[in-house]
């Protein structure tokens, strides 16, 4: 078996993208197969401290678009693979009780393997659709994915298992099962609740762990965490009044508490995520779960938009090494000028220091989803 170093043919990979041939660790010992994905640059720069390795015949067979091809239909596949995730998770939580679990599970496959491949952009999903209002569809299945997509990286942060994980983000997923369309009407609703959507609400998470069971999903955490997202230790929760909560349910409440608060409603507007960590702190500081979701995200999280001490406007696309300095795909130049392509930003770095937040609007130019994935891909 000839081989070369996979540094040596780092041009012919594309971060996001399927792999055109197979990666070996230097005892030739199969990492990565072929069509599997290097998701970002320290994972690849990972590869290149172990002594990756690939074979030689099969680089030669393998055929590969030139990057720039390749990002540039990857970046415009992405949104639209977002939306059919959304309404495939519609139609899993609204399914009947004989195709809901397959259904679940076919959603959870799809979201978790568009998460796989771009984790930084999946947590500007969260950031982005809430904060600047260009997220469109059924606000429960929104809330649903977003939720979901908060506790899997929780979980990651956190060490649990892949199989934890995905119990993790199908609770989540789940958790508001029995009132998904409610959730929708009370997104636009400015009048007090009715006595019926109270007592809807207060039922919620038992009813919602039994639909689950009558659906066939067998899984005692699962089920117990989306009976008890809203009990809090020490017996003030919903419906049950419980003292002891398990961890996963307690995961569960803080990111729908997180991702809540960044969803704006017709009675009150978006926090940005800044502020939803700020307040998430303050609730629940000697919380882990609270923390890992935090951190997850991190202080200005991936989809922000930021100014930048140069006088730049930009977003971040990936947390730094400190929780102060992302990295940032700069937009505009130091005049507020748009720039014909991004220049990213280290911010790390004397003179690109983050010096505040800014809304969509505060950007001269349509920022669209495909323009957003662009960026991500290309981080």
Same mark, same amino acid.
């Not at 540094?7 to 010992?29: C, E, Q, W």
């Not at 995730?85 to 496959?109: E, F, K, N, Q």
């Not at 940032?328 to 983050?354: E, F, I, W």
């Given at each position: 078996?000839?081989?070369?170093?996979?540094?040596?043919?780092?041009?012919?990979?594309?971060?996001?993208?399927?792999?055109?041939?197979?990666?070996?660790?230097?005892?030739?010992?199969?990492?990565?197969?072929?069509?599997?994905?290097?998701?970002?640059?320290?994972?690849?720069?990972?590869?290149?401290?172990?002594?990756?390795?690939?074979?030689?015949?099969?680089?030669?067979?393998?055929?590969?678009?030139?990057?720039?091809?390749?990002?540039?239909?990857?970046?415009?596949?992405?949104?639209?693979?977002?939306?059919?995730?959304?309404?495939?998770?519609?139609?899993?939580?609204?399914?009947?009780?004989?195709?809901?679990?397959?259904?679940?599970?076919?959603?959870?496959?799809?979201?978790?393997?568009?998460?796989?491949?771009?984790?930084?952009?999946?947590?500007?999903?969260?950031?982005?659709?809430?904060?600047?209002?260009?997220?469109?569809?059924?606000?429960?299945?929104?809330?649903?994915?977003?939720?979901?997509?908060?506790?899997?990286?929780?979980?990651?942060?956190?060490?649990?298992?892949?199989?934890?994980?995905?119990?993790?983000?199908?609770?989540?997923?789940?958790?508001?099962?029995?009132?998904?369309?409610?959730?929708?009407?009370?997104?636009?609703?400015?009048?007090?609740?009715?006595?019926?959507?109270?007592?809807?609400?207060?039922?919620?998470?038992?009813?919602?762990?039994?639909?689950?069971?009558?659906?066939?999903?067998?899984?005692?955490?699962?089920?117990?965490?989306?009976?008890?997202?809203?009990? +809090?230790?020490?017996? $003030? !929760?919903?419906?049950?009044?419980? &003292?002891?909560? %398990? /961890?996963? #349910?307690?995961?569960?409440?803080? *990111?729908?508490?997180?991702?809540?608060?960044?969803?704006?409603?017709?009675?009150?507007?978006?926090?940005?995520?800044?502020?939803?960590?700020?307040?998430?702190?303050?609730?629940?500081?000697?919380?882990?779960?609270?923390?890992?979701?935090?951190?997850?995200?991190?202080?200005?999280?991936?989809?922000?938009? +930021?100014?930048?001490? $140069? !006088?730049?406007?930009?977003?971040? &696309?990936?947390? %730094? /090494?400190? #929780?102060?300095?992302?990295?940032? *795909?700069?937009?505009?130049?130091?005049?507020?000028?748009?720039?014909?392509?991004?220049?990213?930003?280290?911010?790390?770095?004397?003179?690109?220091?983050?010096?505040?937040?800014?809304?969509?609007?505060?950007?001269?130019?349509?920022?669209?989803?495909?323009?957003?994935?662009?960026?991500?891909?290309?981080?």
């Amino acid at each position: 078996m000839r081989v070369c170093s996979l540094s040596s043919v780092k041009n012919r990979i594309v971060l996001g993208a399927p792999l055109p041939f197979s990666v070996r660790d230097s005892t030739r010992m199969l990492l990565l197969a072929r069509g599997q994905v290097i998701v970002d640059e320290a994972q690849l720069q990972e590869l290149f401290q172990r002594g990756a390795l690939v074979e030689v015949d099969e680089l030669a067979g393998a055929i590969q678009p030139a990057p720039q091809e390749t990002r540039a239909r990857r970046s415009a596949a992405i949104p639209a693979e977002w939306d059919k995730c959304g309404a495939d998770v519609r139609l899993a939580l609204t399914a009947a009780p004989a195709d809901m679990a397959g259904a679940i599970d076919h959603s959870t496959d799809s979201l978790l393997a568009l998460i796989a491949q771009a984790p930084d952009l999946a947590l500007s999903q969260v950031v982005r659709r809430n904060e600047s209002g260009s997220g469109s569809g059924h606000y429960g299945v929104n809330h649903s994915i977003h939720a979901a997509t908060a506790c899997q990286a929780a979980a990651r942060h956190l060490g649990w298992s892949a199989g934890e994980q995905r119990r993790a983000f199908q609770a989540a997923l789940t958790m508001n099962i029995s009132m998904i369309d409610l959730q929708a009407r009370l997104a636009t609703q400015v009048s007090p609740l009715t006595a019926k959507q109270r007592e809807t609400i207060n039922e919620h998470p038992t009813r919602s762990s039994e639909l689950l069971g009558q659906a066939g999903i067998a899984d005692e955490d699962w089920l117990a965490a989306v009976a008890q997202h809203h009990e +809090v230790a020490g017996g $003030s !929760g919903y419906p049950k009044g419980l &003292t002891t909560v %398990g /961890e996963l #349910a307690e995961l569960l409440r803080y *990111a729908d508490i997180y991702t809540a608060r960044m969803s704006s409603r017709a009675n009150r507007p978006a926090m940005s995520a800044t502020q939803a960590g700020r307040e998430l702190h303050q609730m629940a500081a000697e919380s882990p779960f609270a923390a890992a979701l935090i951190k997850s995200f991190g202080i200005f999280p991936p989809g922000s938009l +930021v100014k930048l001490a $140069s !006088g730049e406007l930009g977003m971040v &696309t990936r947390n %730094g /090494e400190k #929780a102060h300095h992302p990295l940032v *795909a700069t937009l505009t130049d130091a005049t507020g000028a748009p720039r014909l392509s991004p220049l990213m930003r280290d911010t790390a770095r004397h003179g690109s220091a983050v010096v505040a937040l800014i809304s969509e609007q505060a950007m001269p130019m349509r920022l669209t989803d495909e323009t957003v994935a662009d960026l991500f891909c290309g981080a």
